[in-house]
């Protein structure tokens, strides 16, 4: 989970349904987490989208993983419950998560932790994750070059909500990653969208689009149901075309592109000083 730039009210500034499902999960405890746009109400899967184990990952996530890897260490932006955290710490690579949810944070910690007591308990040599922070990914908590790759993917890059946005947003992964830096992010093209696609708002400029939910918690406390509403989040969808336009007047370049399903979802790819061209 990342920070959005959209600007929450006062009653759901401090929210942080995502980050409570998670951590709800994690402990075995009881409650619902869903995506709503109005009337349109979708299930949050928390399951499979934040504890999935590495055997049902597709096999492109998988090949970035270990692309990124080689490029230790790396910031997990919008690590949520850390289980790409987890899977880099298996191979002895060392990775730090940041995320804007604190109990989110607190979950992946909780998991790290757990890990690396077994890794003690087995004299494993101890390098893997380099810790769990909290904080926006518009301002890093991380010092200038101190990472080689930036991994955050999860559409987040969207929530720049403009191509502008977006620049800004790289900036900062480059301000973060080391003269030899290398990116990954992620979003949808609009093109390949299906009508029912949830929160999906049109734009009249090709290649871009909008999308617009938010996040509900609900949960049972002293015998009373309880509900957690998070902001409106507004992301900008846009092309690989259009995600590369983003990358004007900053250090990236595109190294490659990745189609990873037929929903419209792509990975991108970005090196400083890579002037070769894409691969697809």
Same mark, same amino acid.
């Given at each position: 989970m990342t920070a959005d730039r959209s600007g929450p009210s006062e009653s759901t500034a401090a929210a942080d349904p995502l980050g409570l499902a998670m951590l709800a999960h994690h402990r075995d405890e009881p409650g619902q987490l869903v995506y709503?746009?109005?009337?349109?109400?979708?299930?949050?899967?928390? &399951?499979?989208?934040?504890?999935?184990?590495?055997?049902?990952? &597709? @096999?492109?996530?998988?090949?970035?993983?270990?692309?990124?890897?080689?490029?230790?260490?790396?910031?997990?932006?919008?690590?949520?419950?850390?289980?790409?955290?987890?899977?880099?710490?298996?191979?002895?690579?060392?990775?730090?998560?940041?995320?804007?949810?604190?109990?989110?944070?607190?979950?992946?910690?909780?998991?790290?932790?757990?890990?690396?007591? &077994?890794?003690?308990?087995?004299?494993?040599?101890?390098?893997?994750?380099?810790?769990?922070?909290?904080?926006?990914?518009?301002?890093?908590?991380? &010092?200038?070059?101190?990472?080689?790759?930036?991994?955050?993917?999860?559409?987040?890059?969207?929530?720049?909500r403009s191509l502008a946005g977006i620049r800004d947003l790289l900036r900062e992964f480059a301000r973060v990653t080391d003269d030899a830096g290398v990116a990954v992010v992620d979003n949808y093209d609009p093109a390949r969208l299906d009508d029912d696609f949830l929160g999906y708002r049109s734009d009249p400029r090709e290649g871009i689009a909008h999308r617009c939910f938010h996040l509900e918690f609900v949960r049972e406390?002293?015998?009373?149901?309880?509900?957690?509403?998070?902001?409106?989040?507004?992301?900008?969808?846009?092309?690989?075309?259009?995600?590369?336009?983003?990358?004007?007047?900053? @250090?990236?370049?595109?190294?490659?592109?990745?189609?990873?399903d037929e929903d419209g979802h792509y990975s991108l790819e970005l090196r400083k000083g890579n002037r070769d061209g894409p691969t697809k």
């Open positions: 709503r746009d109005g009337t349109d109400v979708r299930d949050g899967n928390v &399951a499979e989208f934040y504890f999935s184990s590495p055997e049902s990952w &597709a @096999p492109a996530t998988v090949t970035v993983l270990d692309r990124v890897a080689e490029r230790e260490p790396i910031l997990d932006v919008g690590c949520g419950a850390g289980k790409h955290l987890l899977w880099w710490d298996e191979r002895g690579v060392e990775a730090i998560g940041v995320d804007v949810s604190p109990t989110a944070v607190r979950t992946a910690r909780e998991r790290c932790e757990v890990r690396s007591t &077994a890794r003690r308990s087995g004299d494993a040599a101890e390098r893997g994750v380099g810790g769990v922070l909290a904080g926006d990914m518009f301002d890093l908590p991380v &010092a200038t070059g101190a990472v080689g790759a930036v991994h955050a993917v999860g559409t987040q890059i969207g929530l720049g406390t002293n015998g009373e149901q309880r509900r957690e509403v998070g902001p409106t989040l507004q992301f900008l969808l846009c092309s690989p075309g259009r995600l590369r336009e983003a990358t004007v007047g900053t @250090p990236w370049t595109t190294a490659r592109v990745s189609r990873t």
